[in-house]
């Protein structure tokens, strides 16, 4: 016999449970529910069957009576429709009393024990429908990453950001330092390269007038995988005319204590083994007193290669002075910004891309924040002149090889941009804070792997 197509007009578990629960014990509802879900657990007991019944909002318990329902023919892991009055058992228990059980899939493979679940991490991130199905603690985490979404979009249109899209596939890639996924436009007979950042062309579109932007989408960047990094990852970037890099200090704060308000209900998180409170304002840290306070701050590339050796850093892939302090920042300083921080103002040869501070032409007004020792995004105040653009490309190209930059986005620049402000934020980071989760792959829902094997 096949199983019904469809079951239509169903009630979320969460709230039947909540019309149980407001039963006395021993007392039934009068309104007839239709819930619907997966069968986690079955117990028989005389006449009566007993079997917990999971939707994505929630459990309760079904009560089958043998006497008057004739086929109730259900095993772990099928998936039903039923139908009933809401009820309370004499024990208290919120239950649902079944008139009607309707067999909707069956379950051909067998569940992992109910009680622990799914404990390998491996088969976790592999299997992950596996995992959602056996755990209701991963299923919620699911649904918060989904929830910081919706609360981080919302706070950004009501603030007047638009919400855009731009291409995934560029003809050239820009907006930061990292090494691309490459791909061939048939149609076009190109080499296409997924894209690292959204940065250039939403930069256009405010060369074009829509003054406040934001895209949330992926961005992809062919490197290495670690707690904190994964090649396929979700950002969001906004960017603001008329505004600088200390007007998006105050916007991160804002967004972040948000998003954490409205998506757990406070600000307070245990990750990676430390207490962090994200409510606004965070501490703010220049970056050269960050690396003086750590002894490491010189202009002497030999100096500063001497400094990290003799702390037992390997030196020997750094070869410049910027890669140099970039290495004295990923091993000293980020790790110890345990508390809400926002580091900022930066060396111009760190940062191609931000414009000069008034009082030195040799630091930039860029900053990253970090909660936990961890970096959840970064942001400048944007050039906006296309000849210096146009020179911070070229001194790229030169430190990095390859062509100098984007020569159509230097051209929009020329039609004049005014000043503006541009975060970047990365939600897989921001949900691991949230969830207090130490792995980035727990929080992405098919992080990719290894082929076993």
Known sequence: MSLPKRFPDRDEIAGVRADAEALEAGQEGSETRRIAGRIMARR???????????????????????????????????????????????????????????????????????????????????????????SEESRAEAMLRTRIVSAMRAWLDAEGFVE?????????????????????????DADYYLRIATELYLKRLIVG????????????????LSYKHVPEFTMVEWYEAYTDYRDQMERVEQLIEAVARETTGGTKFTYRGHEVDVKTPWRRLKLVEALEQHGLWTRDADQLRSFL?????????????????????????????????????????????ARQTEDDPSIVERFEYFVGGTELGNAFSELNDPDEQADRFQQQADEVGGEPGDPDYVEALAYGMPPTGGVGLGIDRLAMVLAGKDNIRDVVLFPALRQPG
Do not use: C
């Open 44 to 134: 028989e007991m005389g006449k009566l069957v007993f079997a917990d019944l999971v939707d994505r909002s929630g459990r309760i318990q079904l009560l089958l009576d043998t006497a008057t329902l004739t086929d109730i023919h259900v095993n772990l892991g099928d998936i039903v429709g039923a139908v009933g009055v809401p009820m309370r058992t004499r024990r208290g228990e919120p239950s649902l009393k079944v008139a009607e059980l309707v067999p909707l899939a069956r379950n051909r493979s067998p569940l992992p024990d109910t009680w622990h679940g799914v404990t390998d991490p491996e088969v976790r991130y592999r299997r992950r429908y596996l995992d959602l199905l056996m």
């Open 164 to 188: 855009v899209e731009t291409p995934i596939l560029q003809p050239s890639y820009g907006g930061a330092f990292a090494e691309p996924f490459v791909t061939h436009y048939n149609a076009l």
């Open 209 to 224: 007038g829509l003054e406040k932007v934001y895209e949330l989408g992926k961005d992809f960047r062919n490197e290495g």
């Open 309 to 353: 050796q003799e702390r037992g850093v390997d030196t020997s892939q750094d070869k410049s002075w910027a890669q140099l302090v970039d290495h004295a920042l990923s091993h000293f300083v980020e790790p110890a910004l345990i508390e809400p921080t926002i580091l900022h103002d930066y060396p111009v040869e760190l940062s191609p891309f």
